[in-house]
């Protein structure tokens, strides 16, 4: 179904509100030291489709009704290539491209992701602002978070994930120092079809 204008913003405006309100269940997690980054991560492993689940509302993802995804390859110079992906709220794809490289060669798991075109994301080089905090012993889902811990997303290799692994990525979001009421679930074709904060979802 198209959704016109008016229920666009009723719908923008809903999420804005669910936001707020988890705001105000969480409270501060502000935390001195950064989020520590997974041991070690394989590059060639981490490559291929993640599916967004859950995410701490950003600007650049308002827009997105479902199916957030991103795509991650190796480019030229041996960096990685990031394509993320969504169906915005009147159905529309809504893309960007950009480039995640490694700051930190001992554990390859905090990288700096800079996308060309937009403002204060596109240096290509720059302090890591990509931290997988924590990962699926398959790598089939991920928790990846910031230093200052403002952006947070939950990432699955398929649309939905099982009770445990659910149970796994809400204790990783403590371990990090966050709050899973600040997560606010992402529709998927295949998976979770409502939007509310993953502490109550």
Known sequence: MIIDRPQWLGRLAAILGVAAAALT????????????????????????????????????????????????GLDPRGDISVHNSCTT?????????????????????????SFPGVPTQDRREGPPNYIVTA?????????????????????????????ARWAAARAAITAAGENSCLYLTSPTTGGLSTIAPLCVA
């Not at 689940?53 to 827009?63: I, K, S």
């Not at 490694?102 to 990288?111: I, Y």
């Not at 978070?145 to 099982?162: E, K, Y």
């Open 135 to 163: 990962l699926g012993a398959n790598y089939d889902w991920a928790l990846v978070t910031d230093p200052a811990r403002i952006s947070g997303f939950v990432l699955s290799r398929t649309p939905a994930l099982d009770s």
């Open 89 to 113: 709220w009147n159905g529309a794809t809504n893309q960007i491209q950009g480039t995640a490289t490694v700051t930190d060669p001992a554990t390859n798991a905090q990288l700096h992701v």
């Open 25 to 72: 269940i969480a409270g501060p997690t502000a935390s001195a030291a950064p989020p520590a980054p997974v041991p070690h991560l394989e590059l060639g492993r981490y490559l291929g489709t993640w599916y967004q689940l859950a995410a701490v509302p950003q600007f650049f993802n308002l827009a997105c009704a479902r199916d957030t995804r991103a795509v991650y």
